[in-house]
């Protein structure tokens, strides 16, 4: 069975760091571009951050380039987001996603159940 897990996330000062974890199970990842999304309250789900599946190409939004780095690790089956000098607006749900890069995994596409961010003082 597929499963993306997030782990990470949590309460966070402004200006402070967090790491989150999304964990594969049940396919191989390195065969699937790697992305974080998040969706803050009230607002549409958004691209964060992706990495290919090599890990030779990062994509970062905007708002997020210079403070957020996106890496895997393909032997075990784990892709991370570091986060730095957190701001309110990164306040979020964080997702993990797998989309399928090769043939025959082309066009699969996989979401993990998210992780809480809330930057607060």
């Known amino acids: 069975q597929v499963h993306l897990v997030e782990s990470g996330g949590g309460l966070v000062q402004p200006g402070g760091s967090l790491r989150l974890s999304c964990v594969a199970s049940?396919?191989?990842?390195?065969?699937?571009?790697m992305s974080w999304y998040r969706q803050p309250p009230g607002k549409e789900r958004e691209l964060v951050a992706a990495i290919t599946t090599t890990g030779g190409t990062t994509n970062y939004a905007d708002s997020v380039k210079g403070r957020f780095s996106i890496s895997r690790d393909n032997a075990k089956n784990t892709v991370y987001l570091q986060m730095n000098s957190l701001k309110p607006d990164d306040t979020a749900v964080y997702y993990c996603n797998a989309k399928g890069a090769y043939v025959p995994v082309l066009g699969r596409n996989y979401w993990g159940q998210g992780t809480q961010v809330t930057v607060s003082s």
């Open positions: 049940g396919f191989s990842s390195r065969n699937y571009a």
